[in-house]
C-alpha cells in the first residue's frame, strides 16, 4: 500500500475511533451522573423528540372518485414589528408602500377592500410595541388573508413588489398546514366525516370511525438545532394511513340529495333522509341527512339514519303481520271488522281510528296492509292474547323476524332499535315500558323505537329471499394501491322467516304499490315496485302535543327481482303528505337507477 494512503487510512481511524470515545465518553457521563443532573439531561432528550405522522390516507368511493384527501395550504400573516427600527420608530419603507402593499393583496385574493386590510394593519401596527413588551418581544401577526390560500397563491404574492423584498423587509410570514378537502364540497358529509389537520382532530363521521385506519403508524423525530432554528429530523419513519374505498356512489348521492332537497322543501319538514342500499351485498350506494338550520336553510344535518332512533310509524305494521303470519294466527285472505275505518274503542281511553273511511265494514289481512288499517292491525295482534303469555309470544315471534338483530354499520353513536319486554314497567315521561294498549300501539308503529338503517335493514331482507345481508359502507382498505382489506358482503344467519310467509309478505307489499286503493299506489303504479308507507304523530312537546307528522316509505325495486332497496324519513311535516314526499322521493330515485 502507498504510504500516502496509509497515513489517510490511520488517519480515517484515529478519527472514527475518536468520535466513538467522545460518545461513549458523553453517554457513559449521563449513566453516573446523579440527582437532577441526569434528569435534566433525560427530560431535555425527551423533549427533543416528537410525533412525525405520514401521509392521511385518502377516501374514495366505489367508481374510485376521489372524495376526501389531504393538501398543503398556507396562512398568510404579516409580522408588523419588522416595520420598526431599534428606537421604536415606524420605518420609512413601511409608510410609503403599506398602501401598494394593501391593493396587491386586495387584487389577489378578492376577500376585502384595501382599505379595510390597511386598517387592520393600522390596528396591529399601532398595537406592536406594547404587545412586544408584554410578550417578552414575540412578533405580532396581523392575517393578511382570513382563509387557507394555496402553495401557488402563496409564491404568487411572495413574487409581487413590496412582498418580493423578502420577509424582514416586508413582514410577510407563510405558514404551510395540510387541509382535509372534501372534493364533493357538502355531498354525503355526514357519512365523510371531517378532519381537521391543524388540530389533529376528527370530528364525525368515517373520518372519526376510521380514525386510527387512516392516520397510520407513527414514527420519530428529534429536532436539530441549524443555526438558530430547531428542524425536525426523522428517526423512525411514520407508516402512511390506508385509504378506504367506499360502497357510496358519489353519482346516485348527488342525485339522491337533490330529490330529498326538493322534498324536505316541499313538505316544510324540518329534516329529512334517505338510505339507498344493494339488496344482495347490502352496499349503501347512498346516505341523505338534511336538516334546517335556525333560518330555514336546507343543509347538511346530522346523520339521522343512523343515529335518530323514534317510533316508526306503520312502515312496523309488516314486522307484526309477518310475526301472526309466522304464527299461523292469521291467513291473507281472512277478514277483520274495522267498522268502516271509524273509530273503535279497545280499552279505558284506548280509542284507534283509521286516517279514512271505507266503504265496507270488513278488510282482509290484505286489505289491511293494503289501506294501511290501525284499526285491523289492531285486530290482528289481539289474537296474540294480550295476557302475559300472550305478550311474551308476540315479542318473541317480533324478535324472530330479526328486525332488532344488531347492524355493525361503521358509524360513531349508531343506535340501535328499542323493542320493550312485557315485564317491564310504563314509565308515562318518557313513554317507555309495557301497559295494556303496547301491542296494539306497537302493530301501527307506536311505543318502539327504530332508525331508518333498520328499517330498510328489514325491507331489504324482504327483498333478499329472506336473508339478512350486513350494511356496509367500506368496499375496501388500500395503500398504496394494494388492497389490504376487501370488505365481503355478510349473510346474517337464517331466513327471516318462512318460505310461505315471505311470499305472502311480498305480494302485500307488492299490493301497497301496485293496487288501485294501495297507500302508495298513486305515486309508483306503473313502476315495479314493493314497500310499505309509514305516518307517525310523534309526541314532542311537554303537554303531549305534536309538532306534525312523521313521514316515511321503505321499499324495494324491482318486485320481481330486487336490485335495490330504499327508505326514506321526512320529519315534523305540517300534513300529512306521504304520496308527493316520501313514496315520490322513491320512485324518483328509482326511476333515476
Known amino acids: 500500500m502507498n504510504w500516502k494512503l496509509k497515513a489517510r487510512y490511520v488517519i480515517f ?46 377516501i374514495y368511493d366505489c367508481n374510485e372518485h376521489l372524495i376526501s384527501a ?23 419603507f413601511y409608510k410609503e408602500n403599506i398602501d401598494m402593499a394593501c391593493r396587491v393583496v386586495a387584487e389577489q385574493f378578492r376577500e376585502e377592500t384595501a382599505s379595510e386590510l390597511r386598517r387592520r394593519i393600522e390596528k396591529g401596527v399601532g398595537e406592536s410595541a406594547s404587545y412586544s413588551k408584554k410578550h417578552n418581544g414575540r412578533h405580532k401577526h396581523v392575517k393578511l388573508v382570513k382563509r387557507l390560500v394555496t402553495l401557488d397563491e402563496a409564491k404568487e404574492l411572495k413574487e409581487k413588489e413590496f412582498f418580493r423584498k423578502g420577509s424582514n423587509m416586508s413582514g410577510l410570514v407563510v405558514d404551510r398546514y395540510p387541509k382535509r378537502f372534501n372534493m364533493f364540497n357538502d355531498e354525503a358529509k355526514r357519512v365523510v366525516g371531517e378532519f381537521d389537520i391543524k388540530s389533529g382532530v376528527a370530528k364525525y363521521g368515517l373520518e372519526l370511525y376510521y380514525d386510527s385506519v387512516l392516520r397510520g403508524e407513527p414514527g420519530t423525530s428529534i429536532k436539530t438545532k441549524v443555526g438558530k432554528k430547531q428542524i425536525p429530523v426523522l428517526s423512525e419513519e411514520p407508516v402512511d394511513g390506508q385509504d378506504l374505498v367506499l360502497t357510496i356512489d358519489m353519482d346516485i348521492q348527488d342525485m339522491a340529495e337533490s330529490i330529498m332537497r326538493d322534498k324536505v322543501a316541499l313538505c316544510s319538514a324540518s329534516r329529512g333522509c334517505m338510505i339507498v342500499m344493494e339488496v344482495e351485498t347490502g352496499e349503501i350506494k347512498a346516505m341523505v341527512n338534511l336538516a334546517r338550520d335556525s333560518s330555514g336553510f336546507i343543509q347538511q344535518g ?9 317510533q316508526p310509524g306503520s312502515t312496523f305494521k309488516t314486522v307484526c303481520m309477518m310475526a301472526a303470519l309466522e304464527e299461523g294466527l292469521v291467513s291473507p285472505d281472512e277478514e277483520f271488522d274495522v267498522n268502516y275505518g271509524r273509530p273503535v274503542t279497545f280499552g279505558p281511553g284506548e280509542t284507534i281510528s283509521d286516517s279514512h273511511e271505507y266503504s265496507k265494514q270488513f278488510l282482509s289481512a290484505n286489505e289491511i296492509m293494503m289501506y294501511s288499517s290501525n284499526i285491523g292491525m289492531a285486530r290482528i295482534v289481539n289474537k296474540f292474547k294480550n295476557n302475559k303469555a300472550g305478550r311474551r309470544r308476540f315479542i318473541d315471534a317480533v324478535k324472530a323476524t330479526g328486525f332488532a338483530h344488531q347492524i355493525e354499520i361503521e358509524a360513531v353513536n349508531a343506535k340501535h332499535p328499542t323493542i320493550y319486554d312485557p315485564d317491564s314497567a310504563y314509565d308515562k315521561r318518557t313513554y317507555g315500558g309495557w301497559s295494556s294498549p303496547t301491542m296494539r300501539s306497537m302493530s301501527r308503529g307506536y311505543e318502539v323505537k327504530s332508525t331508518p338503517l333498520y328499517t330498510l335493514n328489514f325491507y331489504n331482507a324482504i327483498a333478499n329471499d329472506g336473508y339478512y345481508v350486513e350494511p356496509h359502507l367500506v368496499k375496501e382498505f388500500r395503500r398504496g394501491g394494494e388492497v389490504i382489506t376487501k370488505v365481503e358482503p355478510l349473510k346474517i344467519g337464517r331466513r327471516m322467516c318462512s318460505r310461505g310467509t315471505l311470499d305472502k309478505i311480498r305480494n302485500m307489499l307488492r299490493m301497497v304499490a301496485q293496487r288501485d286503493g294501495g297507500t302508495a299506489c298513486n305515486s309508483l303504479k306503473g313502476l315495479n315496485a314493493a314497500g310499505k308507507t309509514g305516518t307517525a304523530q310523534l309526541h314532542r312537546r311537554k303537554d303531549g302535543s305534536f309538532d306534525g307528522y312523521q313521514l316515511s316509505f321503505a321499499g324495494y325495486y324491482p318486485a320481481d327481482e330486487p336490485k335495490y332497496s330504499c327508505v326514506v324519513v321526512l320529519y315534523d311535516c305540517p300534513q300529512m303528505l306521504t304520496g308527493i314526499g316520501c313514496v315520490d322521493a322513491f320512485r324518483q330515485i328509482m326511476t333515476k337507477l
Not at 475511533?17 to 427530560?43: M, Q
Not at 389531504?70 to 420609512?92: H, I, Q
Open 13 to 58: 481511524v484515529a478519527g472514527v475511533l475518536g468520535i466513538a470515545a467522545l460518545l461513549i465518553g458523553s453517554y457513559a457521563k449521563l449513566l453516573v451522573r446523579e440527582g437532577g443532573n441526569a434528569d435534566d439531561e433525560r427530560k431535555k432528550l425527551e423533549n427533543s423528540l416528537e410525533v412525525a405522522w405520514g401521509e392521511r390516507g385518502c
Open 70 to 92: 389531504s393538501a398543503p395550504m398556507c396562512e398568510l400573516n404579516m409580522d408588523v414589528t419588522v416595520f420598526f427600527d431599534r428606537k421604536g420608530n415606524l420605518k420609512d
Open 302 to 310: 346530522p346523520n339521522a339514519c343512523v343515529a335518530l332512533s323514534d
